[in-house]
């Protein structure tokens, strides 16, 4: 066994910013990326935010010669923008869609729309089975005061955990995407440290791009220079991360990204860099067992740090939860009152002035109207509540497994 | 190892009709379920519609001594219902929320409301690894003509595919739940082709209870006689599934059904009867291997036949969406012409008779909540076409892998 020769695969990652009639130069910049994917040919391509089914066809069809196995996966409204390309073929796809997502009513944000999710492929080389994961975070929009950080947690949680459930007959986990986090943040350690999972950015023997491997930089002409005012470098969102199981090694050889304008270009491929690795996967001797990735001690201060935070928006949520509710209270204590007026008016038991009619229609459609959005709102909250709950539980109940282990 | 004893686990399952203010003797059932589970003893109980935490509360502590362990999933607005205890620690959960869950405007139904779910308890007894999914499908509310029968297959499908993923490396998959499906219904067919899960009642050595194994009977009070009335033994829609992979070997020695009025008492524990099956897992020398449940050519039909319903259920949606596409923009078409109007009359253009301003404001905010409603509309049955076309894809690409697998 010991004598396999070592598998090299080479890994593609873009978040592509192909958002119909919102991207800049969405058409030309999908065009590029084909061409480039083409000329290039990678094992393995994991792509977000390819939002239009039409730019994944036309990926498809230009891409059936070198790759020709994909999967596109569906969800949410707009859908999930998670798509992936492989040399190899797809045995097998699976998706979880997040619990929480932001805010439909958060409409310039627009994150609960897409249905974010994780999408896994599984497909098998020389005998090697590769269970690839694909995802897209809730974005972060203001860092000072970031109000989707637990809903990020929240997904970060169950990514770490669909992965520990999914993958355990697979010999090596791969996880690419835009995880919306920097590499320091809580969601990162958490999920690192909770799957095992390393960073290929940290791990490879030979690095060439932007400067601390960042993936949103100023010098790229269609990031918002304001937003990375605070990080003169840029920001480190999209990874690669992989891991081995039972008895096999992988490591990452090289480690690339884009920088800035596509070669011969005078645009990049989208407004975040891409990330290429090139890993090398052996066969060993011994088996590498399931470590989790950080020691327990720190995987547990990790966890109760997480925590914190999803007990924090639980609160958030239970007190949205509460004011939806009082307010959809109040609209339907009006509503009765009017129809009591109404009521009195029509058997006459109010002989003396009348309601001015419209008036007395149009705050009737008023208290309609914020009844159903209320009563709307009071049950999105409810459901977040659920979760958010769910999720600290969950923690906990990891917290103490921790604390129990000898 | 093939010396190793039989391991004899006893399993409950019940759906226990506790919906508050709804359920009839609500309070009196959940305490008489607990005094049995307490006084008889299972290693598993696996219960469904259980939506009030405080019910939950409440068997968590009367049931605290003999089932040390326990966990409650909760999702959606109402919660998922399912819950799990265990005479053996949990070592892990996961939840996997359905993709498509009936409608939100369907208030009469509810199932929306519930975030119908497959919930995941993983233990360990004897070092033989379990484990062990509950889960409550959309209910049928008209056999004849189902609306729900596409979603219910959507779910059927992703629970099978939920098992699959996450069962790799376990030696002994147990399912429990109310399936809401017939034994010959395509959604039980396709579940148990596709996982490989066996019917305890159909393989018990011994059956002790209602006839047929029905759990739905007319002979219980609760139920409602009229829906039963073309199946007068009764319909069977709980079940317990299971399968050994790895080296193991399980047998149902025994199924029991409740049958009616609990012993003693002049209530049953609830609508649905009970399952209760005693399995016997053995380790085997040789590995049983990872087949699947039903003969390949078999499966490969059953899957056509959800395929075709799948589809059917994908086009009503696409009419759906196409439907409260149009009325959106026709209701946005006379929001756009009152305003045309209101502005002429506002500068002066229309001298003449100006509109009755009541009838005026009510036709406006008529548009103004068509407008809404739609949108809520067309924005749901677009999730709704994706998530069905998503399956439908899904199903191709496994009838395609059966026809290529040599």
Same mark, same amino acid.
């Given at each position: 066994m010991q004598s396999d020769p070592t598998l090299r695969l080479r890994v593609f990652d873009l978040?592509?910013?192909?958002?119909?009639?919102?991207?800049?130069?969405r058409q030309e910049r999908i065009r590029l990326i084909g061409d480039m994917l083409h000329r290039e040919d990678f094992d393995l391509v994991l792509l977000q935010e390819v939002w239009s089914e039409q730019d994944y066809s036309d990926l498809k069809v230009k891409l059936g010669g070198c790759y020709p196995f994909s999967h596109y996966f569906r969800s949410g409204v707009i859908g999930s923008g998670l798509c992936v390309f492989s040399r190899?073929?797809?045995?097998d796809t699976l998706l979880y869609q997040y619990s #929480? =997502?932001?805010? +439909?009513?958060?409409l310039q944000h627009?994150?609960?729309?897409?249905?974010k999710s994780v999408g896994l492929v599984i497909i098998m080389i020389s005998g090697i089975i590769f269970n690839i994961y694909v995802t897209h975070l809730h974005a972060e929009?203001?860092?000072?005061?970031?109000?989707y950080l637990p809903h990020r947690l929240v997904q970060a949680w169950e990514l770490a955990q669909f992965i520990r459930h999914t993958s355990k007959a697979a010999d090596v986990v791969l996880l690419g995407g835009d #995880? =919306?986090?920097? +590499?320091?943040?809580v969601g990162i350690r958490l999920l690192r440290g909770w799957t095992g999972l390393r960073d290929a950015f940290a791990e490879a023997t030979h690095f060439e791009g932007c400067e601390d491997g960042?993936?949103?930089?100023?010098?790229?002409?269609?990031?918002?220079k304001s937003e990375l005012l605070p990080f003169p470098l840029g920001i480190r969102i999209d990874y690669i991360l992989y891991k081995a199981i039972s008895s096999f090694m992988v490591k990452c050889e090289e480690l690339k990204t884009t920088t800035g304008?596509?070669?011969?270009?005078?645009?990049?491929?989208?407004?975040h860099e891409a990330v290429m690795a090139t890993l090398h996967i052996q066969r060993q001797a011994q088996a590498a067992g399931t470590?989790?990735?950080?020691?327990e001690p720190m995987l547990a201060d990790v966890v109760t740090e997480a925590q914190t935070e999803v007990g924090v928006g639980l609160r958030a949520a239970q007190q949205q939860r509460y004011s939806s509710g009082r307010m959809a209270m109040l609209a339907l204590l009006l509503l009765l009152l009017q129809a009591t007026a109404a009521l009195g008016a029509l058997v006459g038991l109010d002989a003396g002035q009348p309601f001015p009619k419209l008036s007395f229609c149009l705050l009737g459609f008023l208290a309609i109207g914020i009844l159903l959005l209320a009563t709307g709102l009071h049950l999105f909250h409810t459901m977040e509540v659920k979760m958010l709950h769910s999720t600290e539980e969950q923690m906990r109940m990891v917290l103490w497994a921790l604390q129990e282990r000898p």
């Open positions: 978040n592509c910013w192909a958002i119909r009639y919102l991207s800049k130069r190899f073929p797809i045995l #929480l =997502n932001g805010y +439909p009513y958060m627009g994150d609960w729309f897409c249905g929009y203001c860092r000072e005061k970031d109000a #995880l =919306n986090m920097h +590499p320091e943040d960042c993936t949103l930089v100023p010098s790229n002409c269609f990031t918002d304008a596509a070669p011969g270009m005078d645009i990049p491929f989208s407004d470590t989790l990735g950080t020691a």
